[in-house]
Nanobody, 123 residues
Framework: QVQLAESGGGTVQAGASLRLSCAAA????????MAWFRQAPGKERNLVAVILSGGSNTYYADSVKGRFTISRDDAKNTVSLQMNSLKPEDTAAYFCAAGISAKIGSDYRPNYWGQGIQVTVSS
């Protein structure tokens, strides 16, 4: 049973930075494709960023490209999302996800989900 636990959320002002972390347990982390999704109230869950096994390939949604950076530490079984220049429209619940798919694009679908963590950006 793969377990994913997010941390680092909170409330910040527009323009600030925040770093989300996700700790994974119970699976072969280094072989997983890891990702972050987000879901605003009343909206569907959308992919934010993906990082393949090995960390050399990444994908970002257009809305966060140039502001967010996804990274992974296979020695610590963690994946992080550095979020800079935050905007009010980044407000959402952020979900860590893991999967075996090697697809790196908007059609990536994970096998496992974290519980989610709230990020609120005030104007």
């Amino acid at each position: 049973q793969v377990q994913l636990a997010e941390s680092g959320g909170g409330t910040v002002q527009a323009g600030a930075s925040l770093r989300l972390s996700c700790a994974a347990a119970g699976g072969p982390f280094r072989w997983f494709t890891m990702a972050w999704f987000r879901q605003a109230p009343g909206k569907e869950r959308n992919l934010v960023a993906v990082i393949l096994s090995g960390g050399s390939n990444t994908y970002y949604a257009d809305s966060v490209k140039g502001r967010f950076t996804i990274s992974r530490d296979d020695a610590k079984n963690t994946v992080s999302l550095q979020m800079n220049s935050l905007k009010p429209e980044d407000t959402a619940a952020y979900f860590c996800a893991a999967g075996i798919s090697a697809k790196i694009g908007s059609d990536y679908r994970p096998n496992y989900w974290g519980q989610g963590i709230q990020v609120t950006v005030s104007s």
